[in-house]
């Protein structure tokens, strides 16, 4: 019996989900803002290409001649052995290096062109120290990062001329030039994949960021909606026609189709922007996006199934439930559009909540958190696929956390269809969840209408 009397009240849903879609899209503030949605995501491509373009390591130096006065004994540096060491190094292999007789390079100078430099080192018998001199056109069209370069690869050079007279071995010489790093950690971490944590904390971000933003526009389009009709007492009229339980859901569907063509959109046309400036630009693979860094994805530790895929959808999709029957709730309790901001603030701040919780937990490492992040309701879709992909939790614990979501859901839902007409026939100041606990006793007492 209770089941046909919620089935009845959803009676013109579609009519609703239609009515509202088509609101969506009517509406000129929402295809601007999608409109800007969509040239970012286009224009992003080419932008982050550029900076990475301008920020890359060159193929060639930009210096063309290196006019080098030769080093005295018993440290003989020539331009003739740089040259050599040029031949062997792609870098270098389009500079010219050449041997400046009793010619140092000083302030003095200048170099015949602005793409060459006048190079020395010098040894100074007070300090008893070598400086190597590195002076440049004054036209010259070289950057700091080209000259640092430069005089790098000559003090390198320099050094392994001084191990050399000692008569060491090349073995010996590649020993001693070899670089080295440091590195300290405990013998746990030691044990573990020193990729685990930075694919696990990029792949939680991007989702969760993705969570958030389907939450956050999903909440906006919805409280701006139900608080405009409510105000405008459109919402009466639509009353007369379908039952109030129906308004709500009919308004949430319509919230979801809008915030998918809008993530559809964005990828669209980031696609599109990626395929047409590959072909006029260095553009980074789509599979190479995340390579390499501070952070960095690791493929092999991806447990990518069907059973993921199933996960992130029906977890999006319990988010966006969640979510959007709290603020139909919250937007309903509001009388006039002054209170749009307020009723979108408290939704707004759970969802954020929720993104917080999952980049900290994820930071932690700590299996026990990913164990009650994983089932705790609201922070589990958040985290519970992402915990399953990277095999923190068992396919049970996943199934575990869709329950006690769902039940959550349920449990609003339930909620909404006992106050949802008390809250759309309400005027005055907003009501607070007090008040809709009181009018969810009151319509229990009576039944549901």
Known sequence: MLMKQYKGQLTGTGMVYRFTLTQF???KANMISLIIIILFSIASVPVTSLIGNSGSTALYSDVANVYFSDCAEPYALTGA???????ENEFWSKTTFHSVDGAPADSAQSAPGPNDVYASILFDAETGTYQLS????ENTELSDNDIASLSTFLTEQFDQMRYRTLHISEEQLAFVMAS????TESYDSYLEDENRWSTQYIVQLIYSIVVMMVSVLSVSYIVRTVIEEKASKLIELLMVSVKPLALIVGKILAAMTYVLMTMGGMILGYLLSHAVCSRFM??????????????????GLLNFSALFIIAVVISLLLAFLTFAIIAGLSATGCSSTEDTESATMGVTLLIMAGYIISIMATSTGSETMALITSILPVISVFCAPIHFMMGNISAGILILSWI???????????FCAKVYTSLLMHRGNRVKLKD???????SSAKGVQ
Do not use: C
């Open 282 to 299: 260095a553009v980074a693979p789509l599979s190479e996006m995340f390579a390499g860094g501070e952070f960095s994805i690791s493929g």
């Open 404 to 414: 006690l979501q769902a039940a959550v859901v349920i449990l609003l839902a339930v």
């Open 134 to 137: 590195v002076t440049a056109a």
């Open 25 to 27: 899209l009517k509406n």
């Open 81 to 87: 052995d740089l040259q050599n060491a040029a031949d």
């Open 180 to 183: 080295w790093e440091s590195d």
């Open 436 to 442: 809709m606990l009181t009018m969810a006793k009151t």
